[in-house]
């Protein structure tokens, strides 16, 4: 069973910074077109960063400059690294990515389980 695993989170002061791991398990030969969404309550869950194999990486606007996506193709492994942390970034981050396997097969829309990221003084 594949799965996409997210780590990092926590509360931290405004100003702060964080940085998410999101790490796929299981039989992974690649990981295609990964990103981060967040969902805060009474929101919808919309797109933060994403990044293409080859590294091109598209942002929200309300995170350009502040945020960096940044994956590693032999680990498997997406980072989303936030600096400069506004209360209004407070929410649920989710890991999303379709993943193939070592049989070559896909499994398209995968999401990790989340962490919670607090902005707060």
């Known amino acids: 069973q594949v799965q996409l695993v997210e780590s990092g989170g926590g509360l931290v002061l405004p100003g702060g910074s964080l940085r998410l791991s999101c790490t796929a398990s299981g039989s992974i030969f690649t990981i295609n077109a990964p990103g981060w969404y967040r969902q805060a309550p009474g929101k919808e869950r919309e797109l933060v960063a994403a990044?293409?194999?080859?590294?091109?990486?598209n942002y929200a606007d309300s995170v350009k400059g502040r945020f960096t996506i940044s994956r590693d193709n032999a680990k498997n492994t997406v980072w989303l690294q936030m600096n400069s942390l506004k209360p209004e970034d407070t929410a649920a981050y989710y890991c999303h990515a379709d993943v193939q396997t070592m049989d070559r097969a896909y499994v398209y829309g995968l999401w990790g389980p989340g962490t919670q990221v607090t902005v707060s003084s």
């Open positions: 990044i293409t194999r080859g590294g091109n990486t």
